[in-house]
């Protein structure tokens, strides 16, 4: 299928919109096929997601496997959990006609009443989170279904460190017993918190110790998304000039998000991009977003605000509570920056890695830079 901007920046469309990580799925694919869990570990918007789509696109993959990708981003507790995983079960499995589902839901018996069928034998889910009634049941109700469902399963929960956050306790712990014994399927658990999910899967002490393939993603090699970029171009008769890519890919440190997104845009509005156009082309993006912007600020105290701003200033912020950065960004204490640190990381709204701190939004971090 052809589409009008080739630089997609939500979901995955075909391998013709796919930049490279042909080493990577190369590697996923060959792990899973052979029956190994892989922890999948990246910044976010660094592509996990599409990498993951690509590789249930792959041959081996498709005619195989039953693929479930769950995403708990936005999840709370277990009952989140497991309703997003319901949901993606019998979506994923609608292709396949009723027969699939009917399959799924004898033995998922908890969740038969919220799901009905047209007269085409199209499923439809008619739940909601409160719908779960026992969650932890219902969990082992999916996991009976994985380990006899007639095709052998890759279920990647998405954003797996999310658990860790959950007011239940036992959620790592159970989800391991199941695993361990779930032949029928491989697991991918992807993650972008490094530390985090680092912990999970790498200390002695965690339920997942030593149960997964580690993988690290890096962002796409800068010549392979320069190709990319000038493929694309020259297909609709436009020219992109060389060290546009790399002027973008040297800004957002190669995330594959940020690339796709000032491409879309260079792309969208112009026949011959140069070097010069992708400052028009951020500020643009940023302009779009602005409103929204100032909306987060608004919601945040004084001193969140304040810290937001000055992380956003520096660009990478370390010793944050050390007296020369309280000093040079006015702030009023280090335990206030502490206190506010803490409140921005769980609205991620920055990030943490190796105690340097940065605005998880790139382009609202360059908002922060030069329009305050």
């Known amino acids: 299928m052809t589409i009008d901007n080739p630089f997609i920046t939500y979901g995955y469309e075909s391998a013709e919109y796919f930049c490279d990580r042909q080493e990577e799925t190369h590697l996923l694919t060959t792990l899973l096929t052979n029956g190994n869990h892989v922890a999948l570990i990246s910044p976010r918007r660094m592509g996990k997601t599409g ?7 792959q041959s081996d993959i498709q005619q195989k496997y039953y693929t479930f990708l769950i995403d708990i981003y936005a999840t709370k507790n277990l009952q989140d959990m497991v309703f997003q995983m319901g949901r993606t079960i019998v979506t994923r499995l609608k292709p396949w006609g009723q027969e699939a589902v009917d399959r799924f839901l004898q033995f998922v018996t908890s969740l038969r009443t919220g799901i009905s069928f047209d007269g085409q034998g199209n499923a439809s889910w008619n739940l909601g989170v409160g719908d779960i009634k026992s969650p932890s049941f219902t969990l082992e109700e999916i996991f009976n279904y994985l380990k006899e469902a007639n095709k052998r399963c890759i279920v990647a929960i998405d954003e797996f460190q999310t658990i860790a956050d959950y007011p239940e306790q036992n959620v790592e712990a159970l989800l391991r017993t199941y695993v361990q014994d779930c032949r029928n399927a491989v697991f991918v658990f992807s993650g972008s918190q490094k530390s985090m999910m680092s912990e999970i899967f790498s200390s002695p002490a965690r339920p997942f110790y030593q149960s997964t393939s580690l993988m690290f993603l890096k962002p796409v090699a800068l010549t392979a998304y320069e190709s990319f970029a000038d493929h694309h171009f020259k297909l609709s008769k436009k020219q992109i000039d060389p ?3 790399k002027a973008i890919y040297e800004r957002f440190e190669g995330t594959t998000w940020y690339l796709q997104k000032v491409l879309n845009q260079l792309y969208a509005t112009t026949d011959h991009a140069a070097t010069d156009d992708v400052e028009r082309a951020v500020t643009q993006i940023i302009r779009q977003n602005e409103e929204a912007y100032k909306d987060t600020l608004f919601q945040l105290t004084a001193r969140q605000r304040d810290l937001l701003v000055a992380i956003g200033q520096e660009g990478k912020a370390s010793q944050i509570t050390g007296m020369q950065f309280v000093k040079r960004h006015h702030l009023s204490s280090a335990s206030s920056v502490q206190k506010a640190a803490q409140a921005l990381l769980e609205k991620q709204l920055i990030t943490q890695q190796q105690n340097i ?12 830079r030069f329009q305050l």
Not at 51 to 57: S, W
Not at 357 to 368: C, R, S, T
């Open 357 to 368: 701190y940065e605005v998880y939004d790139k382009f609202m971090a360059e908002w922060l």
């Open 243 to 245: 060290g546009v890519v």
């Open 51 to 57: 990498l993951l789509n690509h590789c249930f696109a």
